[in-house]
């Protein structure tokens, strides 16, 4: 499938592009090409004043650039780097949510005819700001995609008329803005805080009824793996919209209640079908995601998690997903016994703070506990199993058998799956998500009864401009979520030994407070939170999984780029996102260690500035969250 308006790329030439009218494309501050993975490539440096409609293909894994000002321009391409969502601009900072909704629904009325895998974002950027952007040299095929472009605008001038406007903002619960020529009153700051208050909460987008997408159409195939006495009940006609709205199943409400009626969870599955399937229906039917491959030559004395480095710069608040990699889903590890260990020690200490569940989620913890085993089964066939009536599982590395009916599903994850899960369920009132159930023996500074109860941006609220440039975006992420498209992303910190569980008011908090000055660096480790995150298929649940990974930050000292890139976000990261990280007890000592280990290894060759430069300049890396070289340092680590 051809990429979305294949125009000649401006930094090819220059007369590509007629200017506008009310002006002419960004003209780039610095460019230089070079050579990577075979392909020729240019990097540019620009400075945005406008806002731009960004166009995102999926299936090239490339982005359009548009001047969204008075007249629409392409402007030039963005290579994606192997997914969507980690993008070569991270200096994006901040989104219009009308202009967001108005594009998004231009282009998905564009797509139904054309292109499927297309997407669209309205991207803000502050004035001067410098962004970085790596673009393959593609200039073929660009009178097709003019003609595209042609269409393209023909579609958002009819979304300028009257009738269209009506339809787009009407259908997306936005407020048409107000044409009266009244002057408007002059209001004391109180009012006007107040009234801004008011505008903008009567402006949020609405999401009561926005439902994840369902996939019912897979009970034909999942009625084939039951008994035929229940095969019938999926192969039941589907359900008037009408009489799911009317009897939908509340977020509050168990599935195991015996309703006269059935009752229809937010992707379109009835208590009845859900009753029907049993235990452990075939989940990858259910959510379009195969189960994973055997892990050959897997040892559990010697397995390590994959090194992940996680670093970017420039250092931005971005939610920074990308594509789940299935098969390694949850990792098990040389820690495997020892941390299961850990996480029933505090589960015993602590209780409620590390495990709760509230009502409705008995659904949803049970599709997570069943994919969890199922997944370990499938992954590690030598060292766990399931009975074959699916009712006994057996762990080998732990030697002990799980009667699975017998406790709560998250108990049976606290005794087995040594990685963190947290269940948001849809609030059938507002269409948001709320934290409902969790497992959670690895936070800093909170824990599952600070946050039970919560919707998502109230469960953000601590983390630096969540609010201002994220919450919109996952709330409607989450509305639109489909179970066939996991999402991964990481987070990370540098901590003094490896706290696992850190409770408000652990004494642990108290080394954050001071630089000792006897700290060496062989106590400091990177802590990465290695994070998924996917839709639960039949409770229409989202699903967050955590596991915490510590690394010795020695290792750094042969991992190319990881030094340079850990130095320049320490020394130069943004000050309240650093705040929050909570690094600044180990830099004193962190950042003259990684200064020297960059130095070394510019020296050893280790790293190679980027084409027309005289040194490296720190940039993501290609191969983030890793680093070049990294599967043969992992591999020689577990002794392949």
């Not at 009257?162 to 009244?182: C, D, E, F, I, P």
């Not at 108990?411 to 159930?437: I, K, M, Q, S, T």
């Not at 191969?623 to 020689?636: I, L, V």
Request: proline letters at 8%; one cysteine or more; glycine letters at 6%.
């Amino acid at each position: 499938m051809p990429s979305l308006f294949k125009a000649p790329h401006p930094m090819l030439n220059r007369k590509a592009l007629s200017p506008s009218r009310k002006g002419k494309p960004p003209t780039p501050t610095c460019i230089y090409t070079y050579v990577q993975n075979g392909d020729e490539r240019q990097r540019a440096h620009f400075k945005l004043r406008e806002a731009y409609l960004i166009v995102v293909s999926v299936t090239e894994q490339r982005v359009s650039i548009f001047n969204a000002g008075a007249r629409l321009q392409c402007l030039f391409f963005v290579d994606v780097i192997e997914s969507l969502g980690r993008l070569t601009f991270p200096s994006i900072t901040c989104f219009d949510a009308d202009l967001l909704y108005l594009y998004t629904s231009i282009l998905r009325t564009f797509k139904r005819h054309h292109d499927p895998e297309i997407l669209a974002l309205i991207g803000g950027f502050p004035n001067d700001t410098m962004i970085t952007i790596d673009t393959l040299l593609t200039p073929s095929q660009w009178p097709l995609g003019l003609g595209i472009m042609v269409l393209l605008l023909a579609v958002i001038a009819l979304a300028y008329t009257q009738s269209w406007q009506k339809y787009l903002l009407g259908n997306l619960h936005v407020q048409r803005a107000s044409t009266s020529a009244t002057p408007s009153r002059s209001l004391p700051p109180s009012k006007k805080s107040a009234e801004r208050s008011l505008k903008s909460t009567c402006n949020a987008p609405k999401y009561h009824d926005a439902f994840p997408p369902s996939r019912r159409f897979t009970l034909s195939q999942v009625a084939k793996t039951i008994p035929p006495r229940f095969g019938t009940v999926l192969n039941s006609s589907n359900p008037l919209t009408e009489h799911m709205a009317k009897n939908k199943l509340l977020m509050t409400q168990s599935y195991t209640l015996g309703f006269e009626t059935p009752k229809y969870t937010p992707t379109g599955f009835s208590t009845q079908e859900i009753n029907a399937m049993g235990d452990f229906p075939p989940y990858d039917v259910l959510t379009g995601v195969p189960l994973p491959q055997p892990y050959e030559g897997f040892d559990p004395k010697t397995a390590l998690p994959r090194p992940y480095r996680p670093i970017r710069w420039q250092y931005h608040q971005t939610m920074s997903f990308q594509k789940m990699e299935l098969d390694w889903w949850l990792e098990v590890e040389n820690t495997y016994c020892s941390r299961i260990a850990e996480r029933q020690g505090l589960f015993k200490k602590y209780g409620k703070k590390v495990l709760d569940y509230l009502p409705g989620s008995e659904l949803a913890t049970k599709e997570l506990m069943e994919m969890c085993l199922q997944f370990y089964c499938a992954r590690y066939p030598a060292c766990f199993s399931l009975s074959p009536d699916k009712r006994t599982f057996y762990n080998v590395l732990l030697k002990t058998t799980t009667e699975i009916r017998s406790m709560h599903p998250l108990h049976v994850l606290v005794n087995n799956v040594p990685e963190d899960f947290a269940v948001v369920l849809r609030n059938d009132e507002d269409g948001l998500y709320y934290l409902r159930a969790g497992v959670i023996c690895s936070s800093l500074g909170w824990s599952v009864s600070t946050k039970i109860g919560l919707k998502l941006e109230d469960i953000h609220k601590p983390i630096p401009d969540y609010k201002e440039k994220m919450s919109f975006s996952m709330d409607r992420f989450f509305s639109k979520m489909s179970t066939d498209a996991p999402i991964q992303r990481a987070s990370w910190g540098l901590e003094i030994g490896a706290p696992l569980f850190m409770p408000a008011g652990h004494p642990h908090e108290k080394l954050r407070e001071i630089q000792r000055e006897n700290l060496t660096i062989e106590e400091c480790n990177l802590r990465v939170d290695w994070q998924t995150l996917r839709r639960l298929p039949l409770s229409g649940g989202v699903l967050f999984n955590y596991k915490a990974l510590f690394t010795p930050v020695t290792e750094f000292r042969d991992e190319p780029y990881i030094p340079a890139l850990m130095c320049k976000i320490l020394k130069e990261g943004k000050k309240n996102l650093m705040e929050y990280k909570g690094t600044w007890h180990v830099e004193h000592v962190v950042i003259p260690a990684m200064e020297e280990w960059a130095k070394e290894q510019v020296e050893k060759g280790l790293v190679v500035p980027q084409e027309g430069e005289e040194t490296w300049k720190e940039e993501t890396l290609a191969e983030s969250p890793y680093f070049p070289g990294w599967e043969e340092k992992w591999h020689k680590q577990q002794g392949f």
